[in-house]
């Protein structure tokens, strides 16, 4: 009706037209002035963002401060973003200070970023030698992690413990009953051996260790590098390449590469710790807590000279006491023989003074003895007796006496079967660690540095049970039997110092590295059985050394090439030792009744027996100590030079390539090479690939390593002799000297990096071959023909006094293949923050091809033994073969707030079992193969920060006190290896309970 209005009031007409238009003048005035208004707020910004030498950066992060909006710089370091006058903006770049800039009127903002020591932490040294880089735009895969921040809230101390926790390729678990691999962990990188990943330390390669395992265990057959020598308090961070890289760095480096950055942090900082496992499978499942860790740690760093010089220190100390796994040991501990003797040492009567070897010199009176003590037997029937006292020889005596009367002695005894069990579970540990860390500069352009330290380990470790009834146990001395215990002292040392600087346009490195490390056995609470009364219960039973010398000159230089491109020159020479030092002549020879070392020709009525006219092996028990035979030192040479250039060929296509040529005065040379890309689809997108050819020599160890050790295999202890590579055991086995393992890698994959999302993420794939891989064969018997080679044979065995033999050999080839993820999220809030990360490995290692036999074991029948099925699961599957980790820290106020749950894939034990694919709760492979089945496990910890120089942290590793799967009941040695001691997944210690309280003192 409105519109009839003008009609029905036509004086009035005009009016309401002049009103309406007054209206829209003054509505379209006001929204004039709002307009304005927000134009002149709402200003476009546009600039450049680069670095001190002006180089412009790509994908630098722009946000408007507390709020969501912003940009990044494009692939010429530029940036366009609409703000108001009143906005402040965050600059933002990995390796760079954080800069903030209030817009104001202006409309063009030109940003100059500093850089930062600290945000250089994710700067990459490795993968590349033109440096610079951050894990996204590298062309290879590089992990990073802050190891200052991992050890204030996580419960893992030691390094080996942190990675396997924190890093989803790397695997390193304690071994159990595995002689002195019991004190080092070995660590494994995508599946792959120990010896085949490289350790550097601030770049510089790092020494092995001088111990070499040649037990039951992952890594068999392999020399590790001791990670648990360094201090995890003395780490700044952790950088792992996942990428084959011997044509940059040399030998070793077919999995990967670990690089272990020192602090230069200043001030003074400490840190205590104190955990136990707390679990109802401690002390033997008895419950309780066992397991016991302490550590303290300090680090010092102060100014040296005015400029910019400094000196950081760090000591460590730490004890870690044995958990205690085993279950009830339920098989035989004495026998009928053994409770007649004991009754006689209660009279005073020790039955073994009346014969020495049972099969010809006994005394007369020995048989009555036997029958009079027998009837003090109290668990004895009639009709038992009956037997002994009708008994005309000692001879017919031992098939009576040999019945085995455990229980009933065990209750007279007042002695359960625990008392009996072995130490199955982490050894006894005690340690120092001292390392430094320097620079001085001595001019403008030029710098001094050093660093290195000094560790000192003590190591307790049992092993097999010797029990009553076995003729291993000299009752005589030990009616209860012994449980023997080898400890070792583990000695290293390192330096490394040179000086780095600038001539002209070249950057130049010169250093020399030195690296040591022993490793000395003590054989404790034992016995040389062959000795009876005369044996002592100690033993030094030898040391291996290690020396390793390395002297790098290192060149390189940016060239005026594309966008930009660097050129890196330089060589190395490296000397390396290695020692066997021999142990006391008791803790190897086996002695005849009047004291003299046996050989092979010595007879057998000289020999001394147990009561059953078994003969008493020789040498310490548990460990044979180091032969004089066997001593030795060994020296090799190795020179090398190689060659490495990267360029950017345009903004977006980088090129890496790297040759090196080493030559080994021991064995001969090689030649490799390694070629890797990054194609930048987006300033913050990449795509990577690198293809490249590798090898590891043969290490000193595994070419002269000689030794004899009891070794448990197919059920049975056997005195197994390792005979190196040089000896005539391998010549008239037909074993070939050995060569260098030679490799073929290809990888691929993207990274991603969302930094308004606060989202970083990259998968790869890669595929590995190892041809000529160094195997420790299986064991062969002592020869039963008699051809001349078989009867030279026999004299090496009886010489030895051993078994079996093994050796180490090229023996296989294998292929890796796998993937790689892993996701990184951050979010900033006002009073909070919070990290998400996940990781994930995917990986299978394969045998491929025909098992290199050599001829004369072939032509025996004996390629099983060469490399047998048991073999092939180490190589293949006694590691998880998928691993994942998700992780959340959240950070409120004071309070801090970590949780990871670690999934650790399935594993399978060596031993051929069953043939069905499932028994009750137990699951097996088409092979007979136990599978020990995946387990996800969940650490959790809270800190609160006192202040900025106080936190105090509690957690609990392993919250839900999940164990490995058991192993079946055949496979569990008499109920002692209630969980697996021959795969590698999250250890078997059970739920740990922890405090750390750490300190900022100035």
Known sequence: MLHCIPFLFPLSNNLFKNNLVMRKKTRFLVFLVFLFSAVASAQTVKGIVTDNQKEPLIGVSIVVKNTPKGTNTDENGQFSLQVSENDVLVFSYIGFKTKEVKVGKTTTLNILLESDAEALDEVLIVGSRAGGRTKVDSPVPVDVFDVVKTVKTQPQVNINQILNSIAPSFTSTPQVVTDGTDHLDPAQLRGLGPDQTLVLLNGKRRHTSAFINVNGAPGRGTVGTDLNAIPSFALSKIEILRDGASAQYGSDAIAGVLNLNLKKEKGLSAQVSYGANITPKANDHRGDYDGEQGQLDLNYSTDLGKKGGFINLTFSAQFRNPTFRAGTFDGTIFNAYNAIEQRALEAGDNLSNYFSNSNVNAAPQLLGLIKNYAGQVSYFNSSFLSQIQNATSLTSLRSILSKDVTDDELAYRQLTRKDFNMHVGQSRLRGTQFFLNTELPISDSW???????????????????????????FTGLHPNGYLPWITTDIQDSSISAGFKGEAGAWHIDVSNTFGRNEF?????????????????????????????????????????????????????????????????????????????????????????TDFFGAYLPGGAQVFSGLREESALTKTRNVWAGYAEFETD???????????????????????????????????????????????????????????IGTLYLNGNLQETGTFNNISKAAELFGIEKLKEEQSKSVSAGFALNLPKAGISLSADAYFIRVDNRIILTETFSKPTGSSPAENELKQIFDTANVNSVQFFANGVDAETKGIDVVIAHHYQGDKWSINNDFGLNLTQTRKVGTIHTPEAIKNAGLESKFFSERARIYLEEAVPRFKATLSHNLSIGKWNAYLRNTYYGKTTGPDIIKTTDQIGDFEFDSYGHQVIRGKLITDLSIAYNFSEKATLTLGVNNLFDLYPEKNVKVNNNNDQFVYSRATSQFGLNGRYVFARASFKLF
């Open 520 to 608: 000395a056995y003590t054989i404790k609470h034992t016995g040389n059985t062959s000795l009876r009364f005369a044996s002592p219960s100690s033993f030094d039973a030898g040391k291996l050394r290690f020396l390793q010398n390395t002297l790098n000159l290192d060149f390189s230089r940016a060239l005026n090439l594309f966008e930009k491109a660097n050129l890196s020159l330089g060589a190395e020479q490296r000397h390396e030792a290695y020692s066997i030092v021999a142990g006391d002549e008791s803790s190897y020879a086996t002695y005849d009744l009047l004291g003299r070392v046996q050989d092979g020709n010595t007879p057998n009525n000289q020999k001394p």
């Open 447 to 473: 710098k001094f540095y050093a660093f290195g330290g000094q560790s000192y380990r003590y190591g307790e470790a049992g092993g097999f049970f010797r029990r009553p009834n076995q003729a291993r146990t």
């Open 649 to 707: 060929i345009t903004r977006w296509l980088l090129a890496n390539a790297a040759l090196r040529y080493e030559n080994y005065s021991d064995f001969g040379d090689t030649f490799n090479y390694k070629l890797a890309t990054r194609v930048k689809l987006l300033p913050n997108v990449n795509l990577r690939a690198a293809a490249s050819t590798g090898f590891r020599a043969p290490s000193i160890h595994q070419l002269y390593y000689t030794n």
